[in-house]
Structure formats: C-alpha cells, structure tokens
C-alpha cells in the first residue's frame, strides 16, 4: 500500500524547471532543496523539469503532439529512481497525457516484475479521460470512454484490437448513478479473461477487495470480493461465463446488486450486498437451484469474521487473529476440520472428529 501513498507526490501544484523535494513518510512533498546532491541523500525525492522531445521512451511517442509541452517527474527512493512520470499539456496548460511507468523501462508489459503497471491515461481538451491504457505481459489493455452531457454514459474495453465488452452507464434524473450494464462481445469472455492474468479486479469504493486491476474500469469480469481465504464461497459464481452482467447502485454509489445472465438473457446468479455504514454486513446469492449467505463481522476497520450459509445450513466459518486466519468446515452443524492460514499459507490442518 505504500507506494500508492507514495504516488501522491507525482502531482505537486508548483511546476518550476528544475526542484527537487525531501518528503514525508507518507509521501506528500513538502520542501524544496536546491541542491540535488542533498535531496538524494533524503529517503524520499522527487525531481520536475521540462524536457524535449528526445527524451520520450518509444512507448510513450504514439502519444505525441507537437503543440504540447513535456514534463518529467522522477521519484527516488534513497537516491535510486523508483518510478518515472510524464506529464504532456496543451497551450492551455491542460494536461492532455498522464503516463506513469516504472524505473526500468524494459519492465513494461511485465506486471509481475513492478509493483504498479505502466499505464498511460488520455484527457479531452475539457479535462474528461477519454483512453487509458495499461501495459502487461498479456497485452494492451485499453478502455475508451463515451460521455453525454458530462456524464459517463459508456466505457468500450480492449485488448489489443479485440473488444472485449461495453459497459453501459445508467443514472437516475438527479444524476446518481443507477446500474451499471456490462456486455460481453463473445461467449465466455469473462472465465477466458480471467485465466489471462494473475492481476485481480479493481478496488470499489467502500468494499474491502483485491489490488488493483488491470483494467481500471468501473467493474471488473471476476469476483468483486476479497481474494484471501475469506470469501472463497462465491468462486463457484464467477467461474460460469455470463454473457451481461448488472450491476445496481444505491445513492451513495454502492453496489447493491449484480446479476448475470447468459445469452439467453436467463438468470444465472444473483448476488446481493447488506451495507452497515461503508461496509458491507451480509452478501446474499442465489445460484438455482442453490441460495446462500455470507456474514461478516468487524472490529473497527478491520474484518474479523465471517460465516458461509448454503440452503440455510453453515457450511464454513473463519476468524481472524492477528496474522492467523483460522477457517472451520462444518458438517451436519459440527465443525469436522480446522485449518490455520497464515499470509494466505496453510500453517496447520487437524480432524476434529
């Protein structure tokens, strides 16, 4: 998580020639050092100059245009580049191309080997994105946005040239998003695109999920939920292909909602978040001719518990304890296994009957 907070110092308001900064642990920028030989010798710093044009990476000159001016933004960690940013702005001073890519340039298109992927996002001279584009082993992953009055009414997902789907944006009169509709282009998008890459779906405000994705995109093909032990549950779900996928949002832009069906337009699943404040309490599923629950318990921020329900019948409960996830599988109302997980690792397994 740390490099993300880190990242912060990637857009600092003042935008002089030449400064380099010492920052805070947690990465906001917060004093300007001439010199750049005591910067480097900070934990953190971060360096902006405007560049020409020979000094653009190859990935980054298809995005090009004469008329803008080029920024470079190097971040070091203990003297040593840690990640490399540029920033392309029109006559006006809009940003037009943000692109962020790690420190080895040879790196990208090789996700597993970085820490964030290299990506590149495209404005519109009115400051909407309209492209982004991210860069992995898999391929060129871009997502081209439609608006409508200001309003994101379609989002068209790539990769490489093959469409993958369309998401379709609804909102209610006052403006609040409604649902969300995503299309599949082929049978069996969805389980093909997952099996592409290890990269999880993205994070949604509110919900307490996976790393990000390698589409940053409204919703994702895969399971929206945690990737620990915790939840497992609902792979069952995200592994049918569904040919379009809702997805239903209250006022405060949760997700209520999301039900898939198949090319027929026939149900297949329907999954159903229970909110309490920014957390969700219980998920609902029905999967015919199966229907289940998920309850969770906290403390504080932090998810302690949860209990696995199917037909009414608890089928597996886990708590957490420290760095320990302690998972039971129950039988009949008794608890018939016990397993320790430690980091997602099995430390300990034992029969309890």
């Known amino acids: 998580m740390k490099i993300i907070l880190l990242l912060i110092v990637f857009f600092p308001a003042s935008l002089q020639a030449q400064q380099w900064y010492k920052s805070n642990q947690a990465g906001i920028a917060l004093e300007r050092i001439p010199s750049r030989m005591v910067a480097l010798h900070q934990e953190w710093a971060l360096s902006v100059e405007r560049v020409n044009r020979t000094t653009l990476p190859a990935i980054l000159r298809y995005y090009d245009n004469t008329s803008y001016s080029l920024e470079q933004r190097l971040l070091y960690e203990r003297g040593k580049i840690k990640?490399?940013?540029?920033?392309?702005?029109?006559a006006g001073g809009v940003t037009r191309v943000n692109a962020s890519l790690p420190a080895d340039l040879s790196a990208v298109g090789k996700e597993e080997s970085i820490e964030v992927p290299a990506f590149v996002e495209i404005f519109a001279s009115n400051r909407t994105l309209t492209e982004f584009h991210q860069y992995l082993s898999t391929g060129i992953y871009t997502?081209?946005?439609?608006?409508?009055?200001?309003?994101?009414i379609r989002s068209d997902t790539f990769?490489?040239?093959?469409?993958?789907?369309?998401?379709?944006?609804?909102?209610?009169?006052?403006a609040m998003l409604r649902y969300v509709e995503r299309n599949y282009l082929a049978a069996g998008t969805s389980a093909a695109f997952q099996g592409r890459s290890s990269q999880p779906p993205l994070n949604l405000p509110g919900l307490d999920l996976r790393p990000p994705p390698p589409i940053a995109d409204f919703v994702s093909p895969g399971?929206?939920?945690?990737?620990?032990?915790?939840t497992e549950v609902l792979d069952f779900?995200?592994?049918?292909?569904?040919?379009k996928v809702i997805y239903n949002t209250d006022n405060q832009g949760r997700i209520t909602s999301e039900t898939r069906?198949?090319?027929?337009?026939?149900i297949l699943a329907v999954i159903t978040n229970e909110w309490t404040g920014d957390k969700i309490s219980a998920i609902l599923w029905s999967a015919p001719p199966d229907k289940g629950r998920i309850v969770f318990r906290y403390s504080g921020k932090d998810r302690i518990s949860e209990e696995n329900f199917r037909n009414d019948v608890l089928e597996r409960k886990v708590n957490r304890q420290g760095d320990q996830e302690i998972e039971e599988i129950?039988?009949?109302?008794?608890?018939?296994?016990?397993?320790?997980?430690?980091?997602?690792r099995k430390v300990s397994e034992e029969e309890l009957r």
């Not at 997502?143 to 994101?152: D, K, P």
């Not at 399971?223 to 915790?230: A, F, G, P, R, T």
């Open 83 to 90: 990640r490399r940013q540029w920033i392309f702005r029109d």
């Open 143 to 152: 997502t081209r946005f439609t608006y409508r009055e200001g309003l994101l």
């Open 159 to 174: 990769l490489d040239k093959a469409h993958l789907w369309i998401d379709l944006y609804r909102y209610t009169r006052s």
């Open 223 to 230: 399971s929206l939920y945690d990737n620990s032990i915790m």
């Open 237 to 243: 779900i995200y592994n049918v292909s569904a040919a």
């Open 261 to 266: 069906y198949n090319e027929e337009d026939e």
């Open 330 to 344: 129950f039988m009949n109302g008794k608890a018939i296994l016990r397993t320790v997980w430690e980091d997602g």
